[in-house]
């Protein structure tokens, strides 16, 4: 008989449904892409870098120093401020590593 194997990890939930394929690429990036998130971020907003893109296979999001743009396979889909997204995934890379201290 097999055992069932399975995890159970902390989540985003984005409420605004347009957002939703984003979320979900989110929950499917490992950890050193999200670690990748908020580095990009960061830089931008420093000013280290004008813009940089960020995003996994058809989601992507074009960050800029006050707001990014998310598109879906290139069509826009909206507006973000950078810090706010910068702070949502520093938010879930500090719960994925609880949970896996935790483990």
Known sequence: MKTLKYKIKPTIY???KKLWIFNNE???MPF???EDGITSCKRVMSGEYPEMSWGL???ELLIHK???TLEYHGKFVAEIPTEEICEM???YRDKLKEYENEA
Request: aromatic share 0%; charged share 40%; no cysteine.
């Open 66 to 68: 006050e707001i990014s």
């Open 57 to 59: 296979e058809v989601s």
């Open 89 to 91: 995934l520093e938010k």
């Open 26 to 28: 989110i929950l499917d």
């Open 14 to 16: 984005l409420e605004d």
């Open 32 to 34: 050193s892409m999200i």
